[in-house]
Nanobody, 124 residues
Framework: QVQLVESAGGSVQVGGSLRLSCAASGSFFSINAMSWYRQAPGKQRELVAVITSDGDTTYADSVKGRFTISMDNAKHTVTLQMNSLKPEDTANYYC??????????????????WGQGTQVIVSS
């Protein structure tokens, strides 16, 4: 019903920058929010940043001041700009979207979707 396609990640040096993007396509009425999660080896998946369709943002303490999340409502695309990268930012990053769409009864309902994940490696 809805597909989330993420851009490729990459490998950068400590202190470098990287930008991730995720585009939503398919059948939905509107997007309520888009977010980025990450999961490092041996660790649980954690929320990195969230942005609502109104532009409100929330960041994990570990990335606050370094990462910026933005959304293009017209293109249904979310972007994560990552600056001053640290080795602990190394992880697989997953795009998530909460959308409003018709359920099988034709009534608007809320659904969550995940992107395929992309790898980010920060080395020193």
């Amino acid at each position: 019903q809805v597909q989330l396609v993420e851009s490729a990640g990459g490998s950068v040096q400590v202190g470098g920058s990287l930008r991730l993007s995720c585009a939503a396509s398919g059948s939905f009425f509107s997007i309520n929010a888009m977010s980025w999660y990450r999961q490092a080896p041996g660790k649980q998946r954690e929320l990195v940043a969230v942005i609502t369709s109104d532009g409100d943002t929330t960041y994990a303490d570990s990335v606050k001041g370094r990462f910026t999340i933005s959304m293009d409502n017209a293109k249904h695309t979310v972007t994560l700009q990552m600056n001053s990268l640290k080795p602990e930012d190394t992880a697989n990053y997953y795009c998530n979207a909460v959308v409003y769409a018709e359920n099988r009864n034709g009534v608007l309902d809320e659904f969550k979707y995940w992107g395929q994940g992309t790898q980010v490696i920060v080395s020193s």
